[in-house]
């Protein structure tokens, strides 16, 4: 029986495999010593999330159809890209597919777990700045709308509950809270705070 923190596992089936993730069926011993069961879902791609700032504080944003959802919904550039890959070279590509844009400026600012009760699928956080916007270039099976907003109206919504996307919500207001600290170069945390300012401003 092999030791897996305060757990111990039994035995290990894969359930299921595809390009993407494989499921693995667990026979678990469980910190309390009470027998059960783990399905872990075990994603072969880094997720990939990017904030690209234009001069003018809009943001682009991709509308596509989400099939686990049943319906489109509105984001900030995100996907995946291979583990043996440098992730900045996964959101240079994501970036250029989605958007068209190409960035002449990176800073990676965050990672995070995003689903990890039952999945270890990490995320890196990326924001772009000093944009050229050419033609999108999706993948086949990729369909896309686009439009630009400010950062300062994308806040508003996710404040609001109209941004349901956990990534771009983790993308803004992490880049907020990091934007306030100093953490982030100078020239994407002046187009933070000056949005952020205008939601303040909208508030009054």
């Known amino acids: 029986m092999k030791k897996h923190g305060p757990w111990r596992i039994r035995s290990e089936t894969e359930a299921y495999d ?3 993730i494989q499921v693995t069926h667990h026979e678990v011993e469980r910190p309390d010593g009470s027998g059960g069961i783990y399905g872990l879902v075990s994603y072969k791609n880094l997720a990939i999330g990017i904030l690209p700032l234009f001069a003018d504080g809009t943001v682009p944003l991709v509308g596509q159809f989400r099939f686990p959802l049943g319906r489109m919904t509105w984001e900030l550039p995100e996907g995946g890209g291979p583990r043996g890959l440098p992730p900045i070279d996964s959101a240079r590509r994501e970036l250029r597919e989605e958007t068209g844009c ?8 965050g990672q995070a777990d995003l689903s990890n009760s039952v999945s270890d699928e990490r995320a890196h956080l990326f924001l772009a ?3 050229t916007q050419g033609e999108a270039a999706p993948e086949p099976d990729e369909v896309f709308q ?11 919504d996710i404040h609001a509950g109209r941004v349901d996307d956990a990534l771009t ?3 803004c207001l992490t880049a907020v809270t990091k934007a306030l600290s100093g953490e982030l170069p100078e020239e994407p945390r002046a187009l933070i705070l000056d949005q952020l300012g205008q939601v303040r401003a909208g508030d009054d």
């Open 18 to 20: 595809n390009p993407w």
């Open 102 to 109: 190409t960035a002449a400026h990176w800073h990676e600012y």
């Open 129 to 131: 700045w000093d944009l």
């Open 146 to 156: 686009y439009k630009r907003v400010t950062f300062a109206d994308l806040l508003a």
């Open 169 to 171: 919500q983790l993308l």
